[in-house]
């Protein structure tokens, strides 16, 4: 029993997700072997290639050297804001928001460790840069994997659907930045440790990147994943056995209960009210409801209302913002910093800027 808890405490999401399905199959049963039906098995195998991918790329050690290179340019606080902002948002779009936050963050505080930096400050606006830049392609969070895969259109076409709302939020964070933070000095002369690169692992990871995006392009993420694990686990074993298996238990888990509560006739009968027939409906509903479930799953539960992809994309999108459950990507950030006190600063920026995308992105929503 103690060791069940422990597992709850440490993986609160699928535990909720456990529970909340033995409810629903106590008071809405349905037959066990219709359950797989429910998940959206693109999706899923389209991520799973992601994390092998991005996971390799991480092994490789190339992030963190091109990371260390590039800070030796900057000469202070306020350049150095801008360029973890740009890193994070740039590495987000292709190797997902969460990949960035493992490689930004720990290099933030690394360089905090060499000269003195407002480290809980810039970790707040690495999260808020994940969020924005991720926005900007189908690999850059989970929501926009699983809205690329169901609406059915090209990787080309998504970028330039969302590339004017990743646009305008990246420049309103760069003018957040400014106020934020001083052109205060900075001497980083003592990062000299060396960060050793696996070219070979890098170089097969680009490739193999490439190849396996043109795959899932055409809706083939399944011969890609089958190339990638079995190529993995034949070259670099520990690639395939380190990924987040967790986490792709969780989306399994997620799109089975989120598509039986939207199944659910009083949810039907109360989204049939509110109706997310219009674009702005569907934007607002996904913004909205990102603030109490987090964005992947709104994302998931709205999909079954309307057909709106873009609406609900730019909704779940700035719902990343605000409260920090919008997006797991801001509980990552937090978490990773292990600094005191940031819940609420991330709030104080975080909600602001939140309000602020609303309405920006409601705009842009309707005149483009």
Not at 39 to 52: C, F, H, K
Not at 93 to 120: C, E, G, M, Y
């Amino acid at each position: 029993m103690r060791g069940l808890l422990a597992f709850a405490a440490k993986e609160p999401v699928l535990s909720v997700l456990v529970v909340a399905l033995i409810a629903l199959q106590c008071l809405h049963p349905r037959p066990w072997t219709t359950l797989p039906a429910l998940v959206d098995w693109q999706t899923v195998l389209t991520l799973t290639g992601l994390l092998i991918l991005t996971k390799a790329v991480e092994s490789s050690g190339f992030l963190m050297w091109m990371a260390h290179r590039v800070v030796h340019r900057i000469q202070s606080e306020r350049g150095l804001a801008y360029l973890m902002i740009g890193l994070a948002a740039a590495l987000s779009t292709l190797l997902t928001n969460d990949v960035a936050l493992f490689v930004v963050v720990p290099l933030t505080l690394s360089l905090h460790k060499l000269t003195p930096l407002p480290i809980r400050r810039l970790v707040i606006f690495i999260a808020l840069a994940v969020n924005a830049g991720s926005i900007l392609t189908p690999l850059g969070n989970p929501q926009n994997l699983f809205l690329w895969q169901t609406s059915g259109v090209s990787f080309i076409r998504f970028v330039w659907a969302l590339g004017p709302l990743c646009a305008a939020l990246m420049v309103m964070l760069y003018l957040l930045t400014a106020a934020a933070f001083r052109a205060k000095p900075l001497d980083l002369s003592k990062d000299v440790e060396p960060h050793p690169v696996d070219r070979p692992l890098v170089g097969v990871a680009a490739l193999l990147f490439v190849a396996f995006v043109l795959l899932a392009d055409v809706h083939h993420a399944g011969i890609g994943v089958a190339g990638v694990g079995i190529g993995f686990l034949l070259w670099r074993s520990k690639i395939v056995l380190k990924i987040d298996w967790l986490l792709l238990l969780i989306f399994v888990f997620m799109f089975i209960v989120l598509r039986s509560v939207a199944a659910l006739p009083w949810v039907q009968e109360v989204i049939g009210q509110i109706g997310l027939q219009t674009p702005l409906r569907a934007y607002a509903a996904g913004a909205i409801l990102s603030q109490g479930i987090s964005n992947v799953p709104a994302a998931i539960m709205l999909a079954e209302f309307t057909k709106d992809w873009r609406a609900l994309a730019f909704g779940v999108s700035v719902g990343g913002f605000g409260i920090a459950i919008g997006s797991l990507a801001n509980l990552i950030a937090v978490r990773l910093s292990k600094e005191r006190g940031m819940w609420l600063q991330f709030h104080l920026f975080s909600m602001p800027f939140w309000i602020a995308s609303g309405i920006v992105g409601g705009w842009l929503l309707l005149h483009l």
